[in-house]
């Protein structure tokens, strides 16, 4: 079983930034994609970014110009650089891993993580 752990959440005030890493048992990059996910009390789950291993990445609307997701090639981390943060988006942060590099698949295996709370504040 692939363990997948999400760290750098925490409390911040509304403009600050805050940097989660996620990494997994084994190497990341062997994964297909990694995608952070975050779900506010009361929401559905949602994407934030994703980023595949042949270079594509896709950003949620609200959150384009803000957050950065990239591959860490020194720690085998895949960060998400989250700037001007707002009070929306409070949430528990996610990280999932699916496919597989070596295997050429896209959506199995697929692993999520526990999550990490991050909390802004006015």
């Known amino acids: 079983q692939v363990q997948v752990v999400e760290s750098g959440g925490g409390f911040v005030h509304a403009g600050e930034s805050l940097t989660l890493s996620c990494t997994t048992s084994?190497?990341?990059?062997?994964?297909?994609?990694v995608g952070w996910h975050r779900q506010a009390p009361g929401k559905q789950r949602e994407l934030v970014a994703l980023i595949t291993d042949d270079g594509i990445l896709n950003y949620a609307e609200s959150v384009k110009g803000r957050f950065t997701i990239s591959k860490n090639n020194a720690k085998y981390t895949v960060d998400l650089q989250m700037n001007s943060l707002k009070l929306e988006d409070t949430a528990v942060y996610y990280c999932?891993?699916?496919?597989?590099?070596?295997?050429?698949?896209?959506?199995?295996?697929?692993?999520w993580g526990q999550g990490t709370q991050v909390t802004v504040s006015s």
């Open positions: 084994g190497s990341i990059f062997s994964f297909y994609s």
């Open positions: 999932r891993v699916r496919g597989s590099v070596w295997s050429r698949t896209v959506n199995t295996p697929d692993y």
